[in-house]
Every structure is written in structure tokens, then in C-alpha cells.
């Protein structure tokens, strides 16, 4: 669902993370190691910046454009078109 996303950072509190040594991307997943996370705390906060082209989204889920106006549509699934989520049962956001 996030062929539409590019991402363009991600970062873990004050920590950048690095691709491929910190996180990876493939097959639509986001893959973020456990070594990154609550470095400093008990609690970490997850900052994710992805560009994304609205006017290129044909499928009327997520972020698009049409007829004039930017439009959102994220149920049940147009939100992964948005931006990456863990989207897990046994996640609380």
C-alpha cells in the first residue's frame, strides 16, 4: 500500500536513523530494529516524513486529488497510503 510514499527520514527521539543499518524498506514494510528504540526513556517518540504526490493517486484512497480539491479517504486502509503505521492489533497509537 505505500508504493505512492517516499520516505524521506525517520527518526527515534533525538536519533536519526541510518537505512539499512538502522531500518529497512522492502516488499511495503518499514522494518525498524528494536536496538533503536527507547535508547533514552521507556517511552520513545517515532518521527516519520514521507513525501507523497496526490495528484498522481488515482485510486481515491489516502491523499489525492480530484476535481479541483486535495481529498482524503483513510478507511479502512487509504491511511497506509498516507504514511507508514504499525498497524498490529497489540498496537496502541
Do not use: W
Amino acid at each position: 500500500d505505500t508504493e505512492l510514499l517516499k520516505l524521506t527520514s525517520l527518526s527515534v527521539g533525538e536519533h536519526n536513523l541510518i537505512p539499512e543499518k538502522d531500518y529497512t524498506l522492502a516488499n511495503d514494510k518499514l522494518m525498524i530494529s528494536s536496538s533503536c528504540l527507547y535508547k533514552d526513556s521507556v517511552r520513545s517518540e517515532l518521527d516519520i516524513v514521507v513525501e507523497l504526490d496526490p495528484r498522481s493517486n488515482n485510486n481515491l484512497q489516502g491523499l489525492y486529488y480530484r476535481d479541483g480539491m486535495y481529498c482524503t479517504h483513510c478507511e479502512p486502509t487509504g491511511f497506509s497510503k498516507i504514511s507508514f503505521f504499525p498497524d498490529r492489533p497489540d498496537n496502541c497509537s
